[in-house]
């Protein structure tokens, strides 16, 4: 659940940084991908708390939407895309993980 919070707080970050840029038009698609990727780790955390018999297949989601997001930041030089670029594919990573049941996260 760390992971996911983590992930939707750098993603929130840097959707806002994206719109303090000059030239906002560019960042359009990495910012609408960032505030879907906030929301959808926001709920799959609170899935895992509660224990949602869906918490399962929405990591699958959770995991696809976190590569997306982490693709679009890569293409852009700015220092907040880039780490969060990072922090979205760690949190694939553990979704996957978790999903496949390699690992629980916390």
Known sequence: M???????TTCE??????LAEQDVTPMAHC?????????????????????SE????FLAFCEKICRHCAEE??????????????ECIKCAEACHAHHHGNIVLN
């Open 2 to 8: 760390q992971q996911l919070l983590a992930c939707s």
């Open 13 to 18: 970050s840097c959707g806002a940084s994206c």
């Open 31 to 51: 910012i609408e991908l960032n505030r879907d990727c906030a929301e959808v780790c926001s709920l799959a955390a609170k899935l895992l708390i509660r224990e």
């Open 54 to 57: 869906f918490s399962h297949e």
């Open 73 to 86: 930041c890569s293409k852009h030089e700015h220092e907040h895309c880039k780490k969060c670029a990072v």
